[in-house]
């Protein structure tokens, strides 16, 4: 089992930064490639960042290319997503999860952990 604590969620004006955190405890984390997800009052879930297990390999959904940036530290047993020039339509709970392999996938369903959420609103 792993459990994932997301933080660094808030209110932030449009053009404003946040770092999210996602803290993992539980099995190795360094055995586990990572993302990042949001979801949007009455939309799907979707994707938005993911890293693999080294952090030598990352992509990004083209809708935040160039703003956001995931990278881990693994003797911190955490995944941060850095999120620059915010704009209104980031607003979504941001979700971490976990893949229990060494490499990322962009299709939620392929990972195995999930943590609880944080909220991100962007105001204009």
């Known amino acids: 089992q792993v459990q994932l604590v997301e933080s660094g969620g808030g209110l932030v004006q449009a053009g404003a930064s946040l770092r999210l955190s996602c803290a993992a405890s539980g099995r190795t984390f360094s055995r586990f490639a990572m993302g990042w997800f949001r979801q949007a009052p009455g939309l799907e879930r979707e994707f938005v960042a993911a890293i693999s297990w080294r952090g030598s390999s990352t992509s990004l959904a083209d809708s935040v290319k160039g703003r956001f940036t995931i990278s881990r530290d693994n003797s911190k047993n955490t995944v941060y997503l850095q999120m620059n020039s915010l704009k209104p339509e980031d607003t979504a709970v941001y979700y971490c999860?976990?893949?229990?392999?060494?490499?990322?996938?962009?299709?939620?369903?392929?990972?195995?952990?999930w943590g609880q959420g944080t909220q991100v609103t962007v105001s204009s």
């Open positions: 999860a976990a893949r229990g392999s060494t490499y990322y996938a962009i299709d939620a369903d392929e990972y195995d952990y």
